[in-house]
């Protein structure tokens, strides 16, 4: 069975255990409508038991100290999740003394999402990657993983990422929507969670009880055939090689066009070239849809463009690849990158107007790439 097949395959094996399983079939509670039914303001916090990024279990009882729970459904990948990190950081700093708690869950199911969903990211949606994430963007809040089973998020009903739920001291609902009115912080008019916790500790009404959320759809497990699916054509697309002189690759690092440019130069003969070239593929797949493009550069002599070819269909490299037109590798560096000392593989990253922002010497480092990538100015 060659991998294509396979992978169809475990997508129809993963729809059919989805359809086997209650908690992995039935997705959120919908309304008459389809839509996802979100549960309703006065309706008591639904009970919970996840494990979170410091190693521990959490429920609901662990935070019945708290005057007000702030209760948010996020995800890693997530662009508009992720300019809200910083925000919900900052609420803790400004209403934990005034006995805020805040909990953030992850609702998505990692097996759910597909790689054309991550162009704005580094990571997915997994227990391992939330650790990390939190770790590096210091949350000060607990973050707990609901991707398994997602019986939580069924029972909160969340429709998007980042999604509030504001409960009081008898755990009853008093708000639900969104953090605030705008993803750019800068157009920000509406404080909605903020208004929401002043009210309640004030003893008052909440002004408004419900917003619109914006932001990404929930991840649930149904989804993951799909996930499987376009995987499954990507492996099919079509592997090319083309000819390459020393003018087109100066054309190449110029980049006059828009997109962020990764270029690796690689080679048959290179162990570690091979061993990077299917991370190559993998962040083709996520970013391409986002104003990024990958570019390979084999150095291997032009009599090898057979065996350069069949490399790169192994891999399924389906980007734009090209063979050094000559045996020259000193014409080759100096027409990719005066700063190149020589070794393979040999990776740049190449902004829109030629400056190089990132080299990487010898084997990649996939996650320092995928960062730069997913957070550079203006993708």
Partial sequence: MNLTRLLQFAGMVAAMFCLSL?????????????????????????????????????????????????IVF??????????YEERL?????????????????????????????????????????MKIRAQERNFN???????????TARAYGPVS??????????????YVGRVDNSENIDNVTQQDARAAL????????????????FGCSIKWSEKRAAAARELAQMEQEPVTLEPADTNTIQALVKNDGPKLRLINVWATWCGPCLRELPDLV???????????????????????KDKVLAALQERKVACRNYLFSSTDKDALGTALDPEWPGGFPYTIL?????????????????????KAIAYFPGR
């Fill in 141 to 151: 809040y607990p973050y707990l993983y609901d991707g398994d089973t997602q019986a």
């Fill in 198 to 213: 002043d009210a309640l500790l004030a003893g008052k009404p909440v002004p408004v009880e419900k917003t619109r959320t």
């Fill in 89 to 129: 950081k900052q609420i803790v700093n400004d209403y934990s003394d005034k006995g805020v708690r805040v909990v953030a869950i992850g609702a998505n199911d990692p097996q759910a999402l597909s790689l054309s969903e991550m162009v704005y990211s580094d990571m997915g949606d997994s227990l391992a990657e």
């Fill in 161 to 174: 990422t980042p999604h509030v739920f504001i409960f009081d001291q008898a755990r009853k609902l008093r």
């Fill in 22 to 70: 209650a908690t992995c079939a039935a997705g959120p509670q919908l309304t008459a409508d389809g839509l996802t039914q979100t549960l309703e303001i006065g309706a008591a916090a639904p009970e919970f038991d996840l494990p979170g990024v410091d190693g521990k279990r959490h429920s609901l009882k662990d935070y019945a100290d708290a005057r007000i729970l702030m």
């Fill in 350 to 370: 190449v902004a829109p107007g030629g400056k190089i922002i990132q080299r990487q010497m010898g084997e990649m480092d996939a996650m320092k790439l995928k």
């Fill in 74 to 83: 996020t995800a890693n990948h997530c662009k508009t999740a992720q300019a």
């Fill in 282 to 304: 993998t962040m083709n797949r996520m970013y391409r849809n986002g104003d990024f493009e990958v570019i390979t550069i084999s150095g291997d002599d032009p009599d090898k």
